[in-house]
C-alpha cells in the first residue's frame, strides 16, 4: 500500500480542520479494522489518516437518566458490553458489540466507525436506527445532529461532507416498558457478516398487552441499513400477539429489497427478514416486560 | 514519502524504539523490525487471529493496528508469555494436551487464552469458545485446544492456591 | 465426551504420550517458519497475477516497473527454460513440464484469475507491490468455463489447444477438456442389479474448497554466484521441491538445497510448488537473497484448491440387505492443468464394502480455475459423499439400521475392491463394531428438527521412500535425522518408534528434520506415510544402531557378535549372565572402542495397511434459517497401531473438522466471469471453535502387518466421512436429502421449499 500521512490530533477542531485540508485524500481513523482492511486491499489510497482516538469528545461513554446515552465516535466495541449501565440500559447495542468481529477486532472497532464504513450489512446500525441514535457530526461549519437512519446514502457512503468527523452517537434514554434487540443471521457462529439482521424496539401498554409503537431496522436487505416504518406502524395500538408479530413481520419482508449476491439470495434474504424480524421483536417485548434475553 | 516515524514503546516489559513508516502494521514492525517473529501472520484482514498481541492489555490482531500507533503503549506478545521460570501454564497445558499440530496459530491462542484466564479464571467451554472465536486453527478441529485452556484454568487456580 | 483407545498389542514407548520434542518452540513462538526466515541483505518479491480466468497474453511490458527507485529485478516466463528444449521425447513428458513451467509463470495464456504472469524483487514489499501495478500486460480476454459439466460439452471454451482425452491409453482426436477418463470394472453390472429389490441412483455435486492452511505459502531464495542455489521454504516435501525446481528451472538437484523450514499446515496444498522457483529465478537476475510471502488472496486465487465435483452414483440391494451392484461416474475439476484426484476418488468410492458387480467411470477435467491440488485423503471425500448418501439412503428404503446395513456389506479380508486390490487384514467391520458400541451411537437423541446420521469412508495409505539416520551420544541418548516435514507431531511419533527399538524414553530421542543436502531421498509428508514409512526407516536405522552396537560389545569382551542379546537396556552375552552392559555404558565406550556409531536406514515400503473411519453425527437444523448445528459428533477409525495417541486424535478430531467444514460452509463463491469472490477468510467460511462441538474419538486398533508396529496411517481418512454423515443426519432431521455441497443455511431452506 501506498505511504501515508499519520496525524493524531488532540481536539475535534484540530482533527477537522486537518481533515478540511486534504478533502477526500484523508481519512478517519478510529479502530481501523475497516479502514486498514480496504487500504491494504487497494481500494483506494489516502495522502493523510487522522487517528482520532486521542480526542475526548470521541472516547466519551456517558449515560444519564435525563439525557440518555452518549458513544463517542471512538469508543470501541468492548467498553459498550464491558458497560454495566449500558448492558441495563441498552441490551441490544450489547448484542450488536459482542457480535462484531472476534475478541481483537471487539477491542478496536468502533460503533462510529462500522457507521461510517455505511455497510448495507454493518452491524451496530440495525440496533442504532431501533434505538433512535442521532450521529453528531462536527465539521468546517456548524456541529449538526443526523437521525442515524438518514446517515447512510449508499453502500460505503454517507452523509458526512468534506472536512466531516462523526463525533459521537445520542441515543434517548430508554422509555418506559421498552425494549430491543437486535439479531443478525450468518452462516456460522461468529466472525461472519450478516446476510440479513433485524434491530428492534418496542413500547408497551402500561398493562403490556398492546404495542404502543415500534421501531424497526434491517441489514443487508437495500443498499443501505433500512428503517422499515411500515413494520413500525403495523404494530402500533395492536396487542402483543403473534399474529401481530406476523403483520410487522410481513411489513419487513415487503420492504426488503435485497441483491443477490456470494451471501444470500434474494428469496433467502427476504424470507429472513421476516424471521429475524419476528424473533427481535419477541425478544424486544420479553425484554420490556424485564425478562431476560440472550443476545444469541 | 520517506518520513519515517520514531516509535518509542514496551514490548513485553522492555522498553523499545524504532523507526516505521505510517503504513506499516505493527505486525510488520514486530516480525521485520523487531525480529519477533513469533506473532504469525496469516491473513492481513484480521480475520485469523494468528497475529494477535496485546495492546495496553486488550487483545488485538496486530495487522490491523498502525505501528505508529504503538507509541507510548504497552505491547505484549507470543515472546513474552514464558518467565525465565519457565513455561506458562498455558503454554504448559498446550503442550501437555497436545493442543496443537503445525503451530502457526498455537501464538495466538496461546497469547488470547492467557488473556481470557486472566480475567476470568474459571470460564465455561461456551464461553472459552466465545472468547476464541476469533483464533482460526486449522488442523486440531478445536477440542485439544479447549481443553488445554480448562486444563491452563486449574493449573493457575492452583498455582495461586 | 471420552478419547477412547481399544488397544490390542502394548509396548513401552509406542502407544504412550509423552510432550512432542518441537513442543516447546512452538508454544514459545521460538519455532521458525519459512515466513520467520530472514537473510542480511535480503530483496522482497511480490507476483503480478492475472485479472482474467482465460486470456492470451499479447505482450508483457515490465520497463516502468524496473525503472521504479527500489526495484531489482523483474521476471517473465521467459526467464524460464522452454520446456521442449533439449529434450528428445518432444511427447508426454515435455507436455507435463510445459504444464508445470506454465503454471509457474503463465508463457502464452493465463488460465485462471490469479495466474502469476511476472514477478518482481525490489527493496522492500510495499515497493515490489508497487511495481506490479506498473507492469502493463495486454490480454486478449477469451471466454471462461469455471464448471465441470459446462467444460464437458462440445463447444465449451478450450483451455488447451494440444490436449487430447487420454482413455486408458487411447488417445482421443480432438481438443478437449477432458484430460483422462478412467474406468474400473468387476463382475457383470447387469447382472447385479438385476439382483436387486432396491435399487437407488441420485446426482451428487461438490464445490470447489480450499485446504486452507493458516500460514501462507512463501520461498526464499538465494543464487549464489557460485551457482549453488538455496531455498528455505515451508513444504510437505524437501525433497520433491528440489526435484520439481530443478525441472523447471533446468538446472542438476545437486546444485539446489531446499531447507524446510516449520511449516504452518498443509493438508496436501504444500506438495507442490508456486513461489519456490521464482524466489531462485530473481535471485538469480538480482544477485541477492528473494523472499516472497503470498497474501491470503493469492493463496485462494493462486494455490491448490480441491477439486469441484460432479458425480452419479448407482447402488442396488436385496430384500434382505444385501448389496448387489454399484455404478459410479465421477467428473473431477483438475483446475487449469490436468491431474485431478479422480482415480483416487474412484479407488476409495466403494472400498468400505464387498460388492460383487461394479463399475467406475472417473473424468479428469481441465476448467478455469487454479490447478487443483492434494488435500486430505484427494477425492475420497466427494466420491463418499455421493456414495455413503446412496448407502444411507437404501438402509432407509429398506428400513434398516444405517451401521448393521453397512456390517452386513463391510469389507473384510479377502475382499475384491471393484478397481481390483484385495483386502488384507483391515479394520472396516471393527470400525462399524466399535461404532454401534459407542456411547454417542447408544445414547437417544430427542427433540424436534433433530437426526441422527452415519457414514463411513476409506483411505488406502501410501509408502514410498525415506531415509533416517540415528547417531549415537556418549550419553546414551540418540540423535536421529530424517526428511519428512513435521505437520502434526511426527517427530515424536518417528523418534518414539526408534526409542522402542533401542529401550530408550521417547525424550532420548533427538528428531531433526533435515534439509535436502544432509539426509537421504525422503517423499512428502503426505498420504497418511509419514509414521509409517519415516517411522519405518527410523525402526531400521535403530536396529542399524543396535547391530553395530552388539558388533562393539563382541569387540569388547571378545565374544561372537551373534551370541550378544539386548534386552531392556542392557547388553549381554548369550550362556553368561555377569556380562552386561547398559545401553548407556557403551555409548560412553564408542569414540575409544572403535569410533562412533551411526545407524541409517532407507526404505520403500509396500505393506501400507488401508485405513477406515465411520463417523456419527447429530444435528439439529433450524427450519426457518435453514442453520444446521453440529450437536454431537464421533470420529471411530482404524489405525492400525496408534504410536502417539493424542495425536492421532488430533489427526482425526481435525479431518473431520475440516470435512463439516466442506460440508457446511465452504466453497468458491464464483462469479459467471470465473473470479472467485470470496477469497477471505471472513467469506470462506471455515470453522470456528464457536461452530463446533468437541469431536469424540474412538481410535480402533486392527494391527498393520505390513509394518513392525502395526501402523496404518491416520491423517487422510477422518475428512472422508463428515459429508455424507451430516447429509444423512439432515435426511433425518428435517426430510430432505442434500445432494449438493456445501449445505449451507440458504441451500437447505431451498431443498426444504420454504424459498
Known amino acids: 500500500m501506498n505511504d501515508f500521512e499519520y496525524r493524531a490530533p488532540a481536539s475535534v477542531s484540530e482533527a477537522v480542520a486537518l481533515l478540511v485540508e486534504k478533502g477526500e485524500r484523508a481519512r478517519v481513523l478510529a479502530g481501523g479494522t475497516d479502514l486498514i482492511v480496504q487500504l491494504r486491499g487497494g481500494r483506494f489510497t489516502l495522502d493523510r489518516m487522522v487517528d482520532v482516538k486521542g480526542v475526548p469528545e470521541l472516547n466519551q461513554l456517558r449515560y444519564d437518566a435525563a439525557e440518555g446515552l452518549v458513544v463517542g465516535a471512538a469508543v470501541p466495541c468492548y467498553r459498550i458490553y464491558e458497560d454495566e449501565l449500558v448492558a441495563a440500559h441498552y441490551p441490544a447495542l450489547v448484542d450488536a458489540a459482542r457480535i462484531i468481529g472476534g475478541i481483537q477486532i471487539q477491542g478496536r472497532a468502533s460503533l462510529g466507525g462500522n457507521l461510517c464504513n455505511a455497510s448495507p450489512s454493518g452491524d451496530s446500525i440495525g440496533a442504532l436506527i431501533a434505538l433512535e441514535a442521532t450521529a453528531v457530526i462536527a465539521g468546517p461549519g456548524e456541529t449538526r445532529s443526523v437521525p442515524v437512519e438518514q446517515f447512510c446514502t449508499a453502500p460505503g457512503r454517507s452523509v458526512l461532507g468534506p472536512g466531516e468527523l462523526l463525533v459521537a452517537l445520542r441515543l434517548p434514554p430508554p422509555k418506559p416498558r421498552s425494549g430491543a434487540h437486535y439479531l443478525r443471521f450468518i452462516p456460522r457462529y461468529e466472525m461472519d457478516i450478516a446476510i440479513v439482521s433485524a434491530g428492534v424496539a418496542a413500547v408497551l401498554s402500561p398493562d403490556m398487552s398492546s404495542f404502543v409503537s415500534a421501531r424497526v431496522a434491517l441489514g443487508a436487505v437495500a443498499p443501505t441499513p ?46 429472513l427478514a421476516a424471521v429475524l424480524t419476528t424473533r427481535a421483536l419477541r425478544g424486544a417485548v420479553a425484554r420490556a416486560k424485564g425478562e431476560q434475553v440472550n443476545g444469541h | 514519502m520517506a518520513t519515517k516515524h520514531h516509535v518509542v514503546t514496551r514490548v513485553n516489559g522492555e522498553e523499545v524504539e524504532f523507526l516505521c513508516e505510517a503504513r506499516h502494521s505493527l505486525l510488520e514492525a514486530l516480525r521485520e523490525t523487531l525480529g519477533l517473529t513469533g506473532t504469525k501472520e496469516g491473513c492481513l484482514d484480521g480475520n485469523c487471529g494468528a497475529c494477535t498481541v496485546t495492546l495496553d492489555g486488550r487483545l488485538m490482531d496486530s495487522c490491523l493496528v498502525l505501528a505508529v500507533e504503538a507509541h507510548g503503549r504497552e505491547i505484549q506478545t507470543i515472546e513474552g508469555v514464558a518467565s525465565p521460570q519457565g513455561l506458562h501454564p498455558v503454554q504448559q497445558a498446550f503442550l501437555e494436551e497436545a493442543a496443537l499440530q503445525c503451530g502457526i496459530c498455537t501464538p495466538g491462542f496461546i497469547v488470547s487464552a492467557k488473556a481470557l484466564l486472566e480475567r476470568e479464571p474459571n470460564p465455561t467451554e461456551e464461553r472459552i469458545r466465545w472468547w476464541l472465536a476469533g483464533n482460526l486453527c486449522r488442523c486440531t478441529g478445536y477440542d485439544k485446544i479447549v481443553r488445554a485452556v480448562v486444563d491452563a484454568a486449574a493449573r493457575m487456580a492452583e498455582v495461586k492456591g | 465426551m471420552a478419547n477412547k483407545v481399544l488397544v490390542r498389542q502394548e509396548f513401552k514407548v509406542v502407544g504412550t504420550r509423552p510432550i512432542r520434542h518441537d513442543g516447546t518452540d512452538k508454544v514459545t513462538g521460538r519455532a521458525l517458519y519459512g515466513g520467520d526466515f530472514s537473510l542480511p541483505g535480503m530483496l522482497y518479491g511480490k507476483v503480478l497475477r492475472s485479472p482474467h480466468a482465460h486470456a492470451r497474453i499479447l505482450s508483457i511490458d515490465t520497463s516502468a516497473a524496473e525503472a521504479l527507485p527500489g526495484v531489482r529485478g523483474v521476471v517473465t516466463a521467459k526467464d524460464l527454460p522452454r520446456p521442449e528444449e533439449g529434450i528428445a521425447d518432444v511427447g508426454e513428458g515435455a507436455v507435463n513440464l510445459r504444464f508445470l513451467s506454465d503454471n509457474i509463470l503463465a508463457s502464452n495464456k493465463a488460465l485462471y484469475k ?88 441420485r446426482e451428487f455435486e461438490t464445490a470447489t474448497v480450499h485446504q486452507g492452511y493458516i500460514e501462507p505459502h512463501n520461498a526464499t531464495g538465494l543464487w549464489s554466484s557460485d551457482g549453488q542455489v538455496t531455498i528455505w521454504c515451508s513444504t510437505q516435501g524437501a525433497f520433491t521441491v528440489r526435484d520439481l525446481v530443478s525441472q523447471i528451472l533446468r538446472y542438476p538437484v545437486s546444485k539446489i538445497k531446499v531447507v524446510p523450514m516449520e511449516i504452518g499446515g498443509g493438508f496436501g496444498g504444500k ?32 494455490t491448490g484448491p480441491t477439486p469441484a465435483a460432479s458425480m452419479k452414483v448407482k447402488m442396488g440391494a436385496t430384500r434382505e440387505g444385501k448389496l448387489t451392484a454399484a455404478e459410479a461416474s465421477f467428473a473431477f475439476e483438475a483446475g487449469a492443468y490436468p491431474g485431478s484426484a479422480v482415480g483416487a476418488g474412484c479407488m476409495c468410492a466403494f472400498a468400505p464394502y464387498d460388492i460383487e458387480h461394479g463399475k467406475i467411470d472417473g473424468y479428469d477435467v481441465v476448467v478455469n480455475k487454479p490447478k487443483a491440488a492434494a488435500y486430505r485423503a484427494p477425492g475420497a471425500t466427494q466420491t463418499g459423499f455421493a456414495v455413503e448418501s446412496v448407502v444411507d439412503e437404501l438402509a432407509e428404503k429398506l428400513g434398516l439400521d444405517p451401521i448393521a446395513f453397512r456390517m452386513k456389506n463391510s469389507a473384510r479380508e479377502g475382499t475384491r475392491r471393484i478397481d481390483g486390490p484385495i483386502f488384507g487384514v483391515i479394520g472396516a467391520l471393527d470400525c462399524l463394531e466399535a461404532a454401534r458400541a459407542s456411547d454417542h451411537w447408544s445414547s437417544r437423541l430427542e427433540g424436534p428438527n433433530r437426526g441422527r446420521g452415519v457414514a463411513s469412508g ?80 527410523a525402526y531400521e ?9 552388539k558388533e562393539r560389545v563382541a569387540k569388547i569382551w571378545e565374544a561372537n557378535p551373534a551370541d550378544v542379546t539386548y534386552e531392556e537396556g542392557v547388553f549381554g552375552v548369550k550362556g553368561d549372565p555377569k556380562m552386561q552392559m547398559a545401553f548407556r555404558e557403551l555409548a560412553g565406550k564408542l569414540n575409544h572402542t572403535g569410533g562412533p556409531i551411526v545407524g541409517r536406514a532407507t526404505v520403500d515400503p509396500k505393506g501400507q495397511g488401508g485405513a477406515f473411519a465411520t463417523h456419527i453425527a447429530d444435528v439439529e437444523v433450524d427450519p426457518e434459517t435453514g442453520k444446521v448445528k453440529v450437536l454431537r459428533y464421533t470420529t471411530v477409525q482404524d489405525a492400525g497401531k496408534a504410536v502417539h495417541p493424542s495425536y492421532v486424535e488430533g489427526q482425526m478430531q481435525g479431518g473431520a473438522v475440516q470435512g463439516i467444514g466442506w460440508a457446511l460452509n465452504e466453497e468458491y463463491f464464483m462469479t459467471p466471469g470465473g473470479t472467485m469472490a470470496n477469497t477471505s477468510f471472513l467469506d470462506y467460511r471455515m470453522p470456528t471453535t464457536l461452530d463446533l462441538p468437541m469431536i469424540e474419538t474412538v481410535i480402533v486398533e486392527v494391527a498393520n502387518p505390513g509394518h513392525p508396529f502395526g501402523v496404518r496411517g491416520v491423517g487422510e481418512v477422518p475428512i472422508v466421512p463428515p459429508p455424507a454423515a451430516l447429509a444423512n443426519a439432515i435426511r433425518r432431521a428435517v426430510g430432505v436429502r442434500m445432494t449438493r455441497l456445501p449445505m449451507s443455511p440458504g441451500a437447505i431452506l431451498k431443498e426444504m421449499g420454504t424459498v
Not at chain 1, 411500515?230 to 401481530?244: N, Y
Not at chain 3, 531462485?280 to 491470503?296: D, E, Q
Request: aromatic fraction near 4%; proline fraction near 3%; charge should be negative.
Open chain 1, 226 to 271: 433500512l428503517f422499515v416504518t411500515e413494520a413500525g406502524a403495523a404494530l402500533a395500538g395492536k396487542p402483543i400477539s403473534e399474529e401481530s408479530i406476523a403483520l410487522a413481520a410481513e411489513a419487513a419482508r415487503q420492504a426488503a429489497r435485497p441483491i443477490n449476491d456470494m451471501r444470500g439470495t434474494v428469496e433467502q434474504r427476504r424470507h
Open chain 3, 114 to 201: 490469479g495466474h502469476a504472469v511476472a514477478a518482481v524483487a525490489a527493496v522492500d514489499a510495499h515497493t515490489a507491490e508497487a511495481a506490479l501495478a506498473l507492469i502493463k500486460v495486454d490480454y486478449q480476454v477469451l471466454p471462461a468455463v469455471v464448471n465441470v459439466r459446462e467444460a464437458m460439452k462440445e463447444g465449451a471454451p478450450i483451455l488447451h489447444e494440444s490436449l487430447r482425452t487420454d482413455a486408458q491409453g487411447q488417445k482421443g482426436t480432438t481438443p478437449t477438456n477432458i484430460a483422462s477418463r478412467i474406468q474400473f470394472a468387476k463382475g457383470t453390472l447387469e447382472q447385479g442389479f438385476a439382483q436387486a429389490d432396491v435399487v437407488v441412483e
Open chain 3, 271 to 302: 506438495t507442490v510448488v508456486y513461489l519456490e522457483p521464482l524466489a531462485a529465478l530473481l535471485s538469480r537476475k538480482t544477485g541477492k537473497p528473494v523472499k516472497l510471502v503470498m497474501t491470503r488472496t493469492e493463496v485462494f486465487e493462486g
Open chain 3, 458 to 537: 476409506f483411505w488406502f495409505n501410501i509408502g514410498l521412500q525415506s531415509s533416517c539416520t540415528i547417531s549415537v551420544n556418549a550419553d546414551g541418548t540418540v540423535n536421529l535425522v530424517e526428511g519428512s516435514a513435521d505437520i502434526g507431531g511426527t517427530r515424536a511419533s518417528i523418534a518414539m518408534q526408534a526409542a522402542e527399538v533401542l529401550c530408550l524414553r521417547a525424550e532420548e530421542v533427538k528428531p531433526t528434520v533435515a534439509d535436502t543436502d544432509s539426509i537421504g531421498y525422503t517423499q512428502v509428508t503426505g498420504g497418511s506415510r509419514t509414521t509409517f514409512a519415516t517411522g519405518w526407516a
Open chain 3, 541 to 549: 536405522a535403530a536396529h542399524d544402531v543396535l547391530r553395530q552396537m
